[in-house]
């Protein structure tokens, strides 16, 4: 565990165990009456809280853990064409220009093994192609 996981957990548990102490010395009507008002500031914050999550999500990529024995592209918001070539058993990195300004989601590979290609693209102004290697003569 991180210092900081401890750290939350400790805070949980004494952030509810002085909430508990407090309800226990108010008496039943008095506790009962104080539940129902912390009731809805919780679900006010979990309400906001949901918003945020949905609406101020930045533009994230990540391949997690990978391990590849192959390829793995990972391709967002580009404004032109892109191209893919394997080029004699490896493969050359996409050729495209990025483009300004857009975003949004999020592209992942949880816990991802590549042997081979793991192509992961997204908001492509023009046309993407993913070439096979050359074969040889």
């Known amino acids: 565990m991180t210092k900081r996981l401890v750290f939350t957990a400790v805070g949980a548990v004494l952030a509810l ?8 010395l108010q008496g039943l009507d008095a506790a009962d009456k104080w539940s129902s008002v912390l009731s809805l500031f919780f ?70 093994r590549t042997a081979g290609d793991l192509h992961q693209i997204d908001g492509v102004g023009g046309s993407v192609r993913v070439e096979p290697p050359a074969a040889n003569p």
């Open 43 to 112: 679900t006010a914050a979990g309400f906001v809280l949901t918003l945020v999550g949905l609406f101020a999500r930045g533009s994230q990529q990540s391949a997690d853990h990978a391990v590849t024995g192959g390829s793995l592209h990972q391709v967002r918001n580009v404004t032109g064409d892109v191209v893919i070539r394997a080029v004699g058993g490896t493969v050359a990195p996409p050729t495209a220009a990025p483009a300004e300004g857009q975003g949004g989601g999020t592209q992942s590979a949880h816990g991802a």
């Open 17 to 24: 165990g002085g909430l508990a102490t407090f309800l226990v």
